[in-house]
């Protein structure tokens, strides 16, 4: 029996010395990755990293393989190991046994239990925002939900035990840490050495938060208190193969990266879901019907968010057509059979959550905001295209909380005011860290003031 050879991997054109595909990524990244889909197959090597190999893996089943069967074989690739190099050691940034361990760890952290202690504080803080917004005023939509975001943040890990002062430059440095990883990922090392003013602004940023958090830890393990916080639950927590507690700097590192990852994409996906509800009325229209049915006068509670199935569907439609993530990487340790194809040690593997969710022979008409798509039917939903936090060992470790963090601020905004959009405006996707809108400005109404068509 003859064994057929697998057709060899194509390359990506336009790639330069030194640079690679930089120029692409850097003009349009998602564009660029998003063409890949339409003019190769299901492999695509790209050049991020001169003298790296990269594959962009285009086909759902490889992708699901990848991060499946192969995902305790692989290393997590150069986007975890350049965040890893910026903000240090943490879950999301090991791989194989060391990831297994830290997982393990912080797990607790993301239990049920935990999580529905946080969900009055998400509602709080969501209160507090929506109260500051002036009726009638235009707002720019995603700079507030960074900020409640982060005030969340705040408040589920640091019990609010930050002033006023050091919240707004913590605040203020995260949103420069946030824009460099995403950046650092696309651009060849060398260039981050350059003693250019962006380099220096991001190392100075990145050190202020880390010095805040650090300065957080290291008060509250001299006070003794446990405020019930996440940071309380960390210095809880043991080192299993050491068995003392976590160092200040794993600690920090810990939730460093939780902030950056966590805080960027909550916001982009809040901007998402108001944009999508302001674009269509109708939908809108049954989220406020389903939650005023289901909580009535009542503050929303954790019970209820199990009770919200079509603001369920609304999210998910929203983490398909707007996902955040624009390249996930992994890296492939020893030599490693993809589909019929043999990787060798050392292969970059990428793929992009955006691009596949987009895909129209995976999701008929996927540029429409269809929320029912998610309804059992026939055809049968593609669950195997539809990667919201990953999958396999390395998924992600927070879903949990961020859905809880979605679903407990857009039932508490809906209910209170409603966000409208110029006519005609429409938002353009924008991917640094995180796929997220370029300018998204939005007029504050309350809920029950009838929509003006000329107005929006």
Excluded at 170 to 185: E, I, Q
Excluded at 196 to 202: G, M
Excluded at 267 to 278: G, H, I, P, Q
Aim: hydrophobic content about 40%.
């Amino acid at each position: 029996m003859t064994l057929v050879a697998p057709p060899p991997i194509p390359r990506a054109a336009g790639s330069l010395p030194l640079l690679g595909h930089a120029v692409q990524l850097l003009r349009d990244n998602l564009g660029f990755i998003a063409s890949l889909r339409t003019h190769y197959g299901p492999l695509v090597e790209i050049t991020l990293q001169p003298g790296t190999r990269t594959l962009v893996v285009q086909d759902p089943g490889l992708i699901r393989t990848m991060l499946t069967e192969l995902g305790p074989s692989l290393d997590k690739g150069r986007f975890f190991e350049k965040m890893g190099q910026l903000l240090g050691d943490s879950v999301v940034t090991a791989a194989g046994q060391a990831h297994v361990r830290k997982r393990r760890q912080l797990q607790p952290a993301f239990g049920r239990g935990e999580i529905a202690r946080y969900v009055d504080t998400m509602r709080g803080e969501t209160e507090a925002v929506v109260d500051g917004w002036t009726r009638g005023r235009e707002i720019d939509v995603r700079e507030a939900m960074v900020g409640l975001s982060l005030d969340m943040l705040a408040k589920t890990v640091f019990s609010g035990s930050l002033d006023e002062a050091t919240f707004r430059r913590l605040r203020a440095d995260l949103s420069v840490v946030m824009n460099g990883v995403g950046a650092r990922v696309m651009l060849p090392d060398w260039v981050e050495r350059l003693p250019l003013p962006v380099n220096r602004r991001f190392t100075a940023a990145r050190d202020a938060v880390r010095a805040t958090i650090d300065r957080a830890v290291t008060g509250l393990r001299a006070s003794g208190h446990d405020t019930g916080d996440m940071l309380s639950l960390l210095l809880r927590t043991t080192d299993e193969e050491t068995g003392r507690p976590l160092t200040g700097h794993r600690i920090s590192s810990e939730i460093l990266t939780l902030a950056v990852a966590g805080t960027e994409t909550t916001a982009s996906v809040l901007s998402w879901v108001l944009y999508e509800l302001a674009r269509n009325p109708g939908a809108r229209e049954r989220t406020l019907a389903e939650v005023d049915e289901v909580l009535g006068d009542r503050p929303v509670t954790f019970d209820d968010l199990g009770r919200l199935p079509y603001l369920r569907r609304v999210i998910d439609e929203t983490l398909r057509l707007h996902h955040t993530g624009w390249l996930v990487t992994r890296r492939t340790v020893t030599g490693t059979r993809l589909g019929p194809w043999t990787v060798p040690a050392g292969t970059e593997l990428a793929y992009c959550q955006h691009a596949l969710h987009r895909d129209p022979e995976l999701f008929p008409d996927p540029l429409v905001f269809d929320p029912d798509r998610w309804l059992d039917g026939d055809p049968p939903r593609p669950t195997h295209a539809f990667l919201p936090f990953g999958a396999g060992k390395h998924k992600c470790i927070g879903d949990r909380y961020a859905l809880t963090e979605l679903l407990t601020a857009i039932a508490t905004i809906t209910r209170r005011v409603r966000l409208d959009l110029a006519p005609g405006r429409t938002v353009r996707p924008v991917a640094a860290a995180t796929v997220r809108p370029r300018t998204l400005r939005m007029t504050v109404r309350d809920r029950t003031e009838p929509r003006n068509p000329t107005t929006g």
